[in-house]
């Protein structure tokens, strides 16, 4: 199976974890919670479940409790846990890494566009976590076969930018909690088609699977098709016919930012899936045309960009946050249309 099957056989710009509810039966015998749930929960060892109930990951009727605590009939739980199991091998390799932060509890990298995050069907190598496995090979959490080992979030294989990643089970847990409570903080830039009528808003719509093209998203305007999404975008700079602006995401949907652009009308540049690669505004003169075509050479993939990340530290409690410059093809292709921007000017 090819890149662009991995890419929306798992989620995207999401969170990489799972949220059961529980409902204890009627006659529900008292019972220790982690052996209660290990019954349930399919592929979860104990251990996993302690470490999520330690986190604060499990909650009884919406209060956090302890292993020991005893189920009892119609109690509610609610787990959280970082991600599903999946069994294949995971190969080390030692491919270089852009390491930003790194503590012995988690590691903050700045991923480079075309890189996938983690192994699937048919990327069983090079990914980001093939990566980390060769560097973090002392970690047990990275000697236990997952796939996904540290993973709490993702970005796509064409967008760079930051990524938080655990090395312990615990810190894993309280991460993980943190994505799913939509406590972190994270922004993108992107260079998109056009010019807002409004230097900042909100893109609302429940984004789900494109009825007629699989490997596509869509935006759901009527009925309960998809899930509820909501992008905050603010314009930073008027480039003639494109537009630089920052994103802040309050959801984490597949392909949020890109297919919110679309259904706004601002296609990502170059964004080859959602119509980014065409020339959507400007002029017909053949020069214009070749001016956007080397900008689409000069940044041969959707010019989006994971700029900020943003959270708790799972140990110390601080709130800390880190910050990316941009990727030097985005960086080409901004000079370029200050460039052109100015040029037009000139021959006004």
């Known amino acids: 199976m090819n890149d662009e099957f991995l890419e ?14 529980i409902v204890a039966d009627k006659g529900q015998g008292l019972l220790r919670l982690d052996k209660f749930l290990f019954n349930r929960l399919e592929q979860v060892s104990r251990n996993k479940i302690q470490l ?18 005893r189920v009892k009939p119609a109690d509610i739980i609610t787990v959280v846990l970082p991600y599903p199991h999946y069994e294949y091998e995971l190969i080390p390799e030692d491919i270089p890494l852009d390491i930003i932060y790194e503590d012995e509890q988690l590691l903050v990298v700045n991923k480079k566009a075309g890189m996938v995050v983690h192994p699937g069907h048919g990327n069983y190598t090079g990914t980001l976590v093939n990566a980390l496995a060769w560097h973090l090979r002392d970690q047990p959490l990275f000697q236990t076969g997952e796939m996904r080992p540290g993973l709490v979030h993702r970005i796509d294989k064409d967008t760079s930018g930051l990524l938080v990643i655990a ?45 007629r093209d699989r490997l596509k998203m869509h935006v759901f305007t009527e009925g309960d098709q998809g899930k509820p999404a909501v992008t905050h975008y603010r314009e930073l700079e008027k480039l003639g016919y494109v537009s630089l602006i920052e994103c802040r995401l309050e959801t984490g949907r597949t392909h949020q930012i890109r297919v919110h652009m679309e259904y706004v009308g601002h296609p990502v540049f170059n964004d080859e899936r959602y119509g980014g690669d065409k020339i959507l505004r400007g002029t017909v003169f053949n020069k214009y045309r070749q001016f956007v075509e080397n900008c689409f050479r000069e940044t041969p993939r959707h010019a989006l960009h994971a700029k900020t990340l943003g959270f708790r530290h799972p140990e110390t409690k601080e709130e800390i946050s880190f910050d990316s410059d941009l990727p030097a093809d985005m960086q080409v292709l901004l000079t370029r249309w200050r460039n052109y921007t100015e040029s037009r000017k000139s021959d006004e």
Do not use: C, M
């Open 8 to 21: 929306q056989a798992l989620p995207e710009q999401s969170e990489l974890y799972e949220h059961h509810r």
């Open 167 to 211: 090395k312990t089970e615990i810190a894993l847990n309280k991460l993980a909690k943190q994505f799913f409570d939509r406590t972190t903080t994270r922004t993108y830039q992107a260079v998109v088609w056009g010019t807002f009528d409004k230097p900042e808003g909100t893109i609302t719509g429940n984004i789900g699977r494109n009825i």
């Open 52 to 69: 999520a109930v330690k986190a604060g990951n499990v909650l009884v009727n919406g209060a956090a409790v302890k292993s020991n605590y």
